[in-house]
């Protein structure tokens, strides 16, 4: 079967009208695919970014039923086709260590006051290789550009023909674990120590997990003394990192940490303006201030928001307008707060302390359940906008003012302990990050 017909069989899954717009909009590109890559060239990143978050599974699923093996899917958007050197190009043994996304590059990577630091430290070390700074840790919350950076390093130096491995901490674990099952432990290492840039993202995810932490250790030191360059991610710094061991802490430390903040109001615009000039969008320019006055931080969610203009626009056939902006904003606010449920902050509270939702609502008096049940009223209080009483419900608590009383006890506990503050602000990332997710 051929791989467009493959797409053909999304018919059934999808609506009508996402078939149209999005997957109709899709073309194999034979010539970067290969049999455990699939490339799609699509019209514009927003549909490309759509159909990476809605379908790339169920892509991958069906080539593997069709084709018996399951690839990794890879959408680029026309527009940016040019930009990327591609994959084949780069040819020999390295193609087959990275899957970065070929669309984040530096060259459309938007640098303003919150990223230039840490975008500046990205192109050195693509340039010199382990000799400014080594290792490299970038920092900052959700969608703020961190993955969007370690990626331009990768797709930066695979031109120069180096050894590049992109992986995500977490599959770096998953990868650990089945050669370890497999007692094939010495092709891990084999393919983790030998690489001229190691790019890991999001290295929180090593917290609270030993065994991992081991091979990460040894892996760093090798490399290290190797002279290879380490770069990491995460979304807070090494010493808010519960459960990291200390001998890592101190060597993320070693090189140099650099942050990346939300954007300011300028740096939104110029963001705006260069979605929109990539994927030949109109807006006014009255609308793009009005969007990046009103629009929060996230730039994921930035782009969500011009897909859904662009989308409305040329459904209707019209211009974007100041009134469809103001309403997609008020949508996005209100899909945000709505996504976040007290199901869903009591689910996650839950599984970080390692407790059961149902003892978070029962009557326990046990001294890790009610702190439990002392961070869900946190979270709810500061994420959603319910109120105490409808707490009290929730939690099967007296009253209102035991919901009171609890949130003054949590709020002292956090300015006071450290260590409660990053376990809470960890929780609450991975609430806004599920929520994210959801959205686009
Ligand atoms: P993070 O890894 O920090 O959560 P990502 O790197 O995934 O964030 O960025 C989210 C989205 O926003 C991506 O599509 C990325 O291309 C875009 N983005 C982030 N920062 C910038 C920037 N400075 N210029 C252009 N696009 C950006
Ligand atoms: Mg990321």
Redesign the pocket.
Known sequence: MLENDILNQLKDEVTEYEYKTYISKMRYDENTSKSDLAVFIVPNIYIA?WIKTKYSEKIAHLFEIYKKIKPEINIIAESQKKDVKSLKASGSKMQTRAILNPS?TFN????GDS?KFSYEIAKQISQKQAEVYNPVLIY?G???????ILNAIGNSVLEKNKAVIYVTAEQFLNDYITRLSNHTMDRFRDKYRNCDYLLIDDVQFFGGKEGVQQEFFHTFNELHDKKKQIVM?SDKPPKQILGLEERLKSRFEWGIIADIQPPGLETKIS?II?KCQLNQIEIDREIINYLASNINDN??QI?GIILKLNAQASIIGQNITLAMAKNAIKDTQKENLENITLENITKIVSKELNIKPSEIKSKSRNKTIANARRIVIYLARTLTPNSMPALAQFLNMKDHSSVSKAMKMITTEINENINIKAMIDEMKNKIQREQNNKLI
Request: glycine content about 14%.
């Open positions: 970014n984040y459309s990577f938007v640098v990223n900052g959700t969608g703020l550009g961190k993955t969007h991610t963001i260069q730039i994921r782009e």
